[in-house]
Antibody
Framework: EVQLVESGGGLVQPGRSLRLSCAAS????????MHWVRQPPGTGLEWVAG????????RYADSVRGRFTISRDNDKNSLYLQMTSLRPDDTAFYFC??????????????WGQGNLVTVSS | NFMLTQPHSVSESPGETVTISCTRS????????VQWYQQRPGTSPTTLIY?????HSGVPDRFSGSVDSSSNSASLTISGLQTEDEADYYC???????????FGGGTKLTVL
């Protein structure tokens, strides 16, 4: 059974940093690309970033490029999102998601349960 | 950059059939595969359809996807509606020109 478990969320002040983690199990982690998708409370889904199986191809949404960094550790079956210069409009549930293939262009097949990040003073 | 536009909400009665559209604002809908996701209240999304019309494992055949080039849109059709189908539905596709994923705004399905 595929499991994606996010951690690291919480309340943070504007301008500060936070690192999200996602522990993956139930599949061969280094065979697949991974993504972060977020959802501000009460609104729709927004893709944040994606990383290929070997970390060679990384993509970001314009809204986070230059502030957020996606990375992975295949030895630890883990995905990360380092968020800096956080703004109130970054407040959202952040979902870790598994791609169907190794490139990151085929679509998501499994989602984590989500982790809330609240940016407020 | 293109957008994917969905109706804000749809409603239908149990046992009936409903279709949710997802219209691409520019570029051909057939250029990139479309995926569909379901999100029940208070839960994380789950995958329904990938590559326009392929059902994810475990998804009932009441759910089907299609693409119509004439309207430049994709559609999710749910037949034999059940109360458990009440949820938000999102379409998604990949924008290869800008190397980003695009989600539609979501459609709230109410099963009356």
């Amino acid at each position: 059974e595929v499991q994606l478990v996010e951690s690291g969320g919480g309340l943070v002040q504007p301008g500060r940093s936070l690192r999200l983690s996602c522990a993956a199990s139930g599949f061969t982690f280094d065979d697949f690309a991974m993504h972060w998708v977020r959802q501000p409370p009460g609104t729709g889904l927004e893709w944040v970033a994606g990383i290929s199986w070997n970390s060679e191809t990384i993509r970001y949404a314009d809204s986070v490029r230059g502030r957020f960094t996606i990375s992975r550790d295949n030895d630890k079956n883990s995905l990360y999102l380092q968020m800096t210069s956080l703004r109130p409009d970054d407040t959202a549930f952040y979902f870790c998601a598994k791609d169907r293939a190794f490139t990151g262009t085929t679509g998501i097949d499994y989602w984590g349960q989500g982790n809330l990040v609240t940016v407020s003073s | 950059n293109f957008m994917l536009t969905q109706p804000h909400s749809v409603s239908e009665s149990p046992g009936e059939t409903v279709t949710i559209s997802c219209t691409r604002s520019s570029g051909r809908i057939a250029s990139n595969y479309v995926q569909w996701y379901q999100q029940r209240p208070g839960t994380s999304p789950t995958t329904l359809i990938y590559e326009d019309n392929q059902r994810h494992s475990g998804v009932p055949d009441r759910f089907s996807g299609s693409v119509d080039s004439s309207s430049n849109s994709a559609s999710l059709t749910i037949s034999g509606l059940q109360t458990e189908d009440e949820a938000d539905y999102y379409c998604q596709c990949y924008d290869g020109d800008n190397q980003r994923w695009v989600f539609g705004g979501g459609t709230k399905l109410t099963v009356l």
